[in-house]
């Protein structure tokens, strides 16, 4: 499902015009629709039923304040896997106490700040970082709460940039060693085990993988508990796809349904830390044409937005929708590479486009909410877009656009 829909021949994202949007805001610019955030992760959290479960939203997708604030009031929990995300989470009214941090780097400073937040997970990914974070909650008199993430090594079958659940990957303790991991963390004054937790990947299309990973999780439970070890909860990760060309990503209940089936009914508290399927489908990136610029070879749109605003296709290839933001141009049809103003040939949004297009006219990419302004930089000096945000007929901005002097704003010449 998507937040954008046709009226008039006027692309609109809920009751209001993206081309009013531009004419307001301008462009580029993310634009997010509040109740389609809201409806995404409804669907997740009410696929549980009543078993007891916190959907941790991972904010890595998208961080906006505005963003997490919805889901705050909503009740979310938030996955994080750095302290920059943490402090975000309680800007926006975010509860310390349903928050998991993940991530294969987490510093002392962050532990820290998160034992003195008052966290309730750390997923934490190796010996080396579970035995810091026992010296650093020593240091500050606690125990800090911990699940293992284990590498479960199941394909998830998707793009290998975002594989994360194979014994290659960087992530997680393998599933081999995990019983002498918990073992260990047992034993240390300054660790409590609260969990388990893993993680294979993202935009996985199949339920499969989610099912095989869930089983593999359970029979480690299984083998803790006959050594006496009682965990409270079962942290299945994020991942679920979401529909950006033609894919078929299982609906959230199928998704739920399969981490359940895999886990049988263990009893225990589950977690999910889905991000895209979340955010994607609630935002888009308007942009504006600047030139057309036919050659020998192919037709190019060169447009205001670039890599730097949304680094998805450039990084993975990938595939987004390029929409006319006005359905009833005159101009006649051709197949354009939509490409951005920066010094890379790699800097395109979109390949052999149909589109029917002049020079001014505004373009929206579709299911951008997430992952985009996320990843976005400062390549070629470049200010990030504003992101707004739609609510029914009301918009607001939630950030504003950067300015050029403020990127610079923090060097020094030499002596300077
Ligand atoms: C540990 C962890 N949890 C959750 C997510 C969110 O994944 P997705 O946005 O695919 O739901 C990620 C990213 O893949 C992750 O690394
Ligand atoms: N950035 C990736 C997803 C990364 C998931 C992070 N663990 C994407 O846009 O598809």
């Given at each position: 499902?998507?937040?954008?829909?046709?009226?008039?021949?006027?692309?609109?994202?809920?009751?209001?015009?993206?081309?009013?949007?531009?004419?307001?805001?301008?462009?580029?610019?993310?634009?997010?629709?509040?109740?389609?955030?809201?409806?995404?992760?409804?669907?997740?959290?009410?696929?549980?039923?009543?078993?007891?479960?916190?959907?941790?939203?991972?904010?890595?997708?998208?961080?906006?304040?505005?963003?997490?604030?919805?889901?705050?009031?909503?009740?979310?929990?938030?996955?994080?896997?750095?302290?920059?995300?943490?402090?975000?989470?309680?800007?926006?009214?975010?509860?310390?106490?349903?928050?998991?941090?993940?991530?294969?780097?987490?510093?002392?400073?962050?532990?820290?700040?998160?034992?003195?937040?008052?966290?309730?997970?750390?997923?934490?990914?190796?010996?080396?970082?579970?035995?810091?974070?026992?010296?650093?909650?020593?240091?500050?008199?606690?125990?800090?709460?911990?699940?293992?993430?284990?590498?479960?090594?199941?394909?998830?079958?998707?793009?290998?940039?975002?594989?994360?659940?194979?014994?290659?990957?960087?992530?997680?303790?393998?599933?081999?060693?995990?019983?002498?991991?918990?073992?260990?963390?047992?034993?240390?004054?300054?660790?409590?085990?609260?969990?388990?937790?893993?993680?294979?990947?993202?935009?996985?299309?199949?339920?499969?993988?989610?099912?095989?990973?869930?089983?593999?999780?359970?029979?480690?439970?299984?083998?803790?508990?006959?050594?006496?070890?009682?965990?409270?909860?079962?942290?299945?990760?994020?991942?679920?796809?979401?529909?950006y060309e033609d894919e078929t990503p299982p609906p959230?209940?199928?998704?739920?349904?399969?981490?359940?089936?895999?886990?049988?009914?263990?009893?225990?508290?589950?977690?999910?830390?889905?991000?895209?399927?979340?955010?994607?489908?609630?935002?888009?990136?308007?942009?504006?044409?600047?030139?057309?610029?036919?050659?020998?070879?192919?037709?190019?749109?060169?447009?205001?937005?670039?890599?730097?605003?949304?680094?998805?296709?450039?990084?993975?290839?990938?595939?987004?929708?390029?929409?006319?933001?006005?359905?009833?141009?005159?101009?006649?049809?051709?197949?354009?590479?939509?490409?951005?103003?920066?010094?890379?040939?790699?800097?395109?949004?979109?390949?052999?486009?149909?589109?029917?297009?002049?020079?001014?006219?505004?373009?929206?990419?579709?299911?951008?909410?997430?992952?985009?302004?996320?990843?976005?930089?400062?390549?070629?000096?470049?200010?990030?877009?504003?992101?707004?945000?739609?609510?029914?007929?009301?918009?607001?901005?939630?950030?504003?656009?950067?300015?050029?002097?403020?990127?610079?704003?923090?060097?020094?010449?030499?002596?300077?």
């Open positions: 499902m998507s937040c954008l829909s046709y009226r008039d021949a006027q692309l609109c994202v809920e009751d209001v015009a993206v081309a009013d949007l531009a004419a307001r805001f301008g462009t580029p610019c993310y634009v997010y629709s509040r109740a389609r955030i809201e409806a995404s992760w409804r669907a997740i959290d009410a696929a549980f039923g009543a078993q007891p479960h916190r959907v941790c939203y991972a904010v890595k997708a998208n961080s906006n304040l505005a963003v997490l604030n919805v889901l705050a009031r909503l009740g979310s929990g938030f996955d994080i896997v750095s302290v920059g995300e943490l402090e975000r989470v309680l800007a926006a009214g975010g509860d310390a106490a349903n928050v998991v941090f993940s991530g294969v780097g987490k510093r002392s400073d962050e532990m820290r700040r998160a034992l003195e937040a008052g966290i309730r997970c750390f997923n934490v990914e190796s010996v080396a970082e579970l035995e810091r974070l026992n010296q650093v909650a020593g240091e500050l008199g606690r125990k800090a709460p911990i699940a293992l993430r284990v590498n479960p090594d199941v394909d998830a079958g998707t793009h290998p940039y975002i594989a994360t659940g194979m014994k290659e990957n960087k992530f997680g303790i393998a599933h081999e060693q995990a019983l002498d991991v918990y073992a260990q963390a047992a034993t240390m004054a300054h660790i409590e085990i609260v969990g388990i937790a893993c993680h294979i990947g993202s935009q996985i299309t199949r339920t499969e993988p989610f099912h095989d990973a869930a089983a593999r999780v359970l029979a480690l439970v299984a083998a803790l508990r006959e050594r006496g070890i009682e965990l409270h909860h079962i942290d299945c990760g994020g991942g679920l796809g979401v529909c959230a209940a199928d998704w739920i349904a399969a981490l359940r089936a895999g886990l049988g009914d263990s009893g225990h508290e589950l977690i999910v830390e889905p991000g895209r399927s979340i955010a994607a489908t609630a935002g888009i990136l308007v942009t504006r044409v600047e030139y057309l610029k036919p050659t020998a070879a192919k037709h190019f749109a060169v447009v205001d937005a670039a890599m730097n605003d949304l680094m998805r296709p450039a990084l993975y290839g990938a595939w987004q929708r390029i929409l006319p933001v006005q359905e009833n141009s005159t101009a006649p049809a051709a197949l354009y590479d939509v490409v951005g103003p920066v010094c890379e040939s790699g800097d395109w949004l979109g390949k052999d486009r149909e589109l029917a297009i002049r020079a001014g006219d505004l373009l929206a990419i579709g299911e951008a909410g997430a992952y985009g302004f996320g990843m976005s930089s400062n390549y070629n000096t470049r200010p990030r877009p504003c992101e707004v945000m739609v609510d029914g007929a009301h918009c607001q901005l939630v950030r504003e656009r950067e300015t050029v002097t403020e990127l610079f704003a923090g060097e020094r010449v030499l002596g300077g």
